[in-house]
């Protein structure tokens, strides 16, 4: 579920941190451009590991902070795809079923990967596995706030940076995407709500 990735940038120290450890100014700097964001194609950061090696500082003109390039290594939630992780259902739609891990919350199980036959209960606003047993069909909910084992099945990373100016025809109220998405499956046993392998 989570890596460490080694990764290179130039940190800008500003003039007030001059009485800090070098490294200590460094980690906090990382630390604040870097916790809780997504990386492209990396995953989201979580907090600094270690620092492996730090070049030269140099100051330019015109800007009292220094600027040193930086080696470190960055603690990453991605987990691996197959990998069978324990979250909580945050709602349901048509889409599918949106699960939470409390600090991440871009996760969805779409329809088809539902166990089967599921159903969408447009009064309830969940989704349904229909379980049939030898005295006929039980209807399992997906309730919010569940607990539900899952597997990850593929991920999608969308390059949200800034492209410019908004054009007159892009409203600001448009929905964000989500910088990084997972893909979940619960289509097979043992997997889906906690409570339907555990009460049996």
Known sequence: MFVVIEMVDTVRTPPWQFQ???????????????????????????????????????????????????????????????????GKIKGCSQEGVYVTLGFFDDILIPPESLQQPAKFDDSEQVWVWEYETEEGAHDLYMDQGEDVRFRVVDEAFVDTSPSGPLSSEASPDEKKEAPYTLIASIIEPGLGLQSWWTNH
């Open 20 to 86: 800090q450890r070098l490294n200590d100014a460094i980690a906090e700097q990382l630390n604040k451009k870097l916790a809780n964001k997504v990386v492209y194609n990396v995953g989201l950061c979580i907090c600094l590991y270690d620092i492996t090696k730090l070049e030269d500082s140099f100051i330019f003109p015109g800007d009292g902070a220094s600027h040193t390039k930086v080696h470190f290594r960055y603690v990453v939630f991605r987990p691996f795809l197959d990998e069978i992780l324990v």
